[in-house]
């Protein structure tokens, strides 16, 4: 659906009520901001009617005692007009910010238990916005949509009344005109419209545009696009300018408009209130009446015009809240039926004719069965695109299979809850994500129970315990966002302490294909002998070391396995493995 259509939508009345059932844990708020609006569209009537009284009693009796006692008053109802404004501008936005506090914690718990399926499929930056930017929208339904709404027109029909009851003539002059601004309004707000979407699409053009340079400055600076990226840019800065300055266009026109007939109004009142009153000779019981239909005019426009602003926030707001609860509706998760829960496994793996594809009509597995036994080593080779990370994705059910069986220690996969089985497995992956935190943070990821000392004495048993101490801070070294700060290597190595603090059943290591320099990869070489040591062991290894020493090599081709065995007896066999060797590896071994 595109924004257009979103907006011309008629009103909701059931996502209204959704949205609304969110501020029941607010209600006593709820009440307090509806009270407040009610009392200042009261307020707001009683200057007018006070105006009127001032000018037909005190002012024509010349009771100065009388008039300082109504000033007193009217300046009591000033005060009392200003603090519930101020009560409503509070509570309508902690009403607000309250519901949106909510809706956001219930949306990102929603999100984190989505399937991988469910994030391949999606945008980073759309998620991001559902989870910001509408949120905020959603949050203007409380603060300047509905409740404003309601007091405007409030307002407007006490104002209303309050004029047909002083003089219904005049009352009818100005509800005359009445039309001519509603329909100006209405013109206004089809081109404010139509202008704000181009804003909004500029808008989202400039950010995206600027977050990719950002994000591939090296690629731009490499390869000398600093000109082409500068006029491309200037372009896009253009189109936001023009589209900006369209808004502030029909704005300086339709404010005057909007005052004009405000005037005109004035002066009809003027005009007609005078004429209408000279012959019946009454034109002095009537003074206070026309000056209080001046205030009284101005309760009524000044809501009307915005009221259709209003309106659109409330719209807009609708709308987000729409697409947030769209995402809330979404059920993709991996079904956690499993029951099983297990404080020790001994990590035996076994996978029987798993077959699997990311989309529905393309297998990327043709049907694997391999055993791992507890506490071995089993490597997997392979060309690139053969499917061995595809392999770890399924074990911790990170995908679901299309059919075939995984187990662990004798019990299918889906047996285990998700919890449980995911607290056995460590796995380390193939581009290393560290969060914009210290070095300490990302080993223990926030969990109190693991002290600092723990990791400081695991780094020392892995061998990376002098490259941390060597950083700035150390261990409190900020990585800064995914991890910019280290080098991939270095990156590496944080991870395999990750793994080895977690001290899990099952390891798995899928090691980067980028080449590190020989310092580090005797550190990770060394680190990985650590880690792997007593405990069950999958490597998807692209190091010759590593492949030697495993217990079990497994050789992958387009999503089949090809042979199985150690490596002396796949060089032996002279088959896939023994060519891949000669291929890759023959040179390094030289070395
Ligand atoms: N999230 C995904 N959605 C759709 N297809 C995917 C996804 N991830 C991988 N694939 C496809 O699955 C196949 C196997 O990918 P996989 O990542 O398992 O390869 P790999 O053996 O680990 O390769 P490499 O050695 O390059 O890491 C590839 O053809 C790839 O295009
Ligand atoms: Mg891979």
Known sequence: MSKNEEIGKAFDFGLFKRVFAHTKPYRSIF?????VAILSAAFAILTPILVKYIIDEPLTNRDSEQLLLVVLIMLGVLVAQVVSQLLFNYYANLLGESVIKDIRVQLFKRIMGFKMTYFDNSSIGVLVTRAVADMQRIGEIFSQGFFVIVADVLKMLCAAGVMLYMNWRMALIVFAILPVILVATRLFQQAMKVAFIDVRAQVANLNSFVQERIAGMKIVQLFNREQIEKEKFRKINEKHQNAWLRTVWYNSIFFPIAEISNSVGVGLVVYFGIIQNIDSASLDSNKGSIIAFFFLMDLLFRPLRQIADKFNTLQMGMVAANRVFGILD???????????ERKDVKGDITFTDVRFGYLEDEEVLHGISFKVDAGETVAIVGATGAGKSTIINLLNRFYEINSGTIMIDGHDIKEYTLRSLRS???????????????????????????????????AKQIGVHEFISSLPEGYLYNVKERGTMLSSGQRQLIAFLRAYVSNPSILILDEATSSVDTYSEQLIQ?????????????????????IKKADKIIVMDAGNIVEIGNHQELLKKGGYYSDLYEAQFMAEEVV
């Open 424 to 458: 056995h497995i460590a796995i380390v992956l193939q581009d290393v994500f560290l969060f914009a935190d210290s070095i300490a943070n990302n080993i223990s990821l926030r969990d109190k129970s693991v002290s600092l000392e723990q990791i400081e004495s695991a």
């Open 526 to 546: 060394q680190a990985t002998d650590k880690i792997t040591e007593g405990r069950t062991s999958i490597i998807i290894a692209h190091r010759l070391a590593t």
């Open 31 to 35: 009440w307090v901001v509806a009270l």
């Open 330 to 340: 979404t059920d993709s998760k991996i079904p956690d039926t499993g029951q099983l």
